[in-house]
């Protein structure tokens, strides 16, 4: 099933001296991106953040999702088995629809030309536990700036903003430092099940998560599954709290195909 992609619009009030447009997008997974890309040259924003899982980099002595479990917040054994049947169902679906595959050149090309529309930030994802050669030299070469428990400070129509990304292995002496300094902050976390226990409280102004991938199957309004939140997920799309953004993604890393809930890029005035 081929998927379909939305361009969605967020308003936010930052008190800043002129409004900056934020581009978001989440959860490449290496497929081609042309759509994407068109979008985001259609939104012509300011500022690109990416906010993981843009390469499939988990390795193959494991699967993804069981590597996964290995992060900050622990499966209770009922989610466990949720996701486990739900992975069976994945794969009966690839029997029927075949597999989908992914290619890194997607993702080094996707790079190249969202370079060319804003600067570009990316925070590391779920299925990003280390980096190729390759990779770094492609973000070298389009100044992509990684924030792999990081920040960095940047100026932007005469605008100050700092940027940090909270990665799966997250660095919390690392996020106390972060919110700790002055400015305006966004955090890309492509974790949105972080946010109540870790980044609810604290002093960061904009938070911009993925992973979710929109609960998959959305009815009215309500996402299905999401990883690490398991069934009737709370954070699977939209703004919460008037501070944390979930996309819902811009691919379909799953087999089961999406119902009511389209790949998109994310445009945020603030």
């Given at each position: ?16 001296s002129q ?230 993604g811009a ?13 998109e890029v ?5």
């Amino acid at each position: 099933m081929k998927d379909k992609y939305v361009l969605t619009e967020y308003a936010l009030p930052a008190g800043l001296s002129q409004n900056l447009t934020i581009g978001l997008v989440s959860d490449i997974h290496e497929r081609n991106m042309e759509e994407i890309l068109a979008l985001l040259r259609q939104g012509k924003p300011d500022l690109i953040m990416v906010a993981g899982d843009t390469f499939e980099r988990y390795g193959t002595d494991m699967d993804a999702a069981d590597r996964d479990a290995r992060r900050i917040l622990k499966e209770g054994a009922g989610t466990k088995m949720i996701r486990h049947i739900l992975m069976r169902l994945d794969d009966l679906f690839d029997g029927i629809s075949g597999k989908r595959t992914h290619d890194p050149e997607n993702a080094y090309q996707f790079l190249r030309e969202a370079g060319k529309i804003a600067p570009v930030f990316l925070s590391p994802g779920n299925h990003e536990w280390y980096w190729l050669p390759e990779d770094l030299e492609i973000m070298k070469e389009t100044e992509t700036r990684l924030l792999d428990n990081k920040d960095c400070e940047v100026e932007i129509k005469g605008i100050s903003v700092r940027i940090g990304g909270l990665s799966t292995e997250a660095d919390f002496e690392w996020l106390e430092s972060f919110c700790g300094k002055d400015g305006y902050k966004i955090l890309l976390c492509h974790h949105p099940e972080y946010y109540e226990p870790y980044l609810k409280d604290r002093n960061i102004n904009l938070i911009l998560s993925g992973h979710a991938h929109g609960g998959q199957i959305r009815i009215r309004n309500q996402g299905i599954y999401a990883p690490g939140q398991g069934l009737f997920p709370k954070y699977t799309k939209g703004i919460y709290d008037g501070k944390l953004i979930v996309t819902t993604g811009a691919a379909n890393t799953a087999s089961v195909p999406r119902w009511g809930n389209p790949c998109e890029v994310v445009m945020i005035q603030i």
